[in-house]
């Protein structure tokens, strides 16, 4: 069985950094793409980036492009989510997620194993 862990949410002002970290364990790390995902109370849950199983590849949602970096370490057994130059926009629930789908994929619908959540709140 997968198990994800994510830490390093917290309190940040605008224009600060995070990085959020997921550890992954139960199965071989390396097999699984693994993206990130936020929601905020009574709306989608969001896809804001995704890595494949190398890390060659990766997707960003447009509103991250350029603020975020998603990295994963294979030995570590852990995805990261770099977050820089933070917006109040930003303040979600952060997952991590585990796609159990074959190939490549950014959709919510991919993901068949979920973190429980990392808070993220930027003030302005």
């Known amino acids: 069985q997968v198990q994800l862990v994510e830490s390093g949410g917290g309190l940040v002002q605008a224009g600060g950094s995070l990085r959020l970290s997921c550890a992954f364990s139960?199965?071989?790390?390396?097999?699984?793409?693994m993206g990130w995902f936020r929601q905020v109370p009574g709306t989608e849950r969001e896809p804001v980036a995704a890595?494949?199983?190398?890390?060659?590849?990766?997707y960003y949602h447009d509103s991250v492009k350029g603020r975020f970096t998603i990295s994963r370490d294979n030995a570590k057994n852990t995805v990261y989510l770099q977050m820089n130059s933070l917006k109040p926009e930003d303040t979600a629930v952060y997952y991590c997620?585990?796609?159990?789908?074959?190939?490549?994929?950014?959709?919510?619908?991919?993901?068949?194993?979920w973190g429980q959540g990392t808070q993220v709140t930027v003030s302005s």
């Open positions: 997620a585990a796609s159990t789908r074959v190939g490549f994929t950014a959709t919510r619908e991919g993901y068949g194993y």
């Open positions: 139960g199965r071989t790390f390396s097999s699984y793409v």
């Open positions: 890595i494949s199983w190398s890390g060659s590849r990766t």
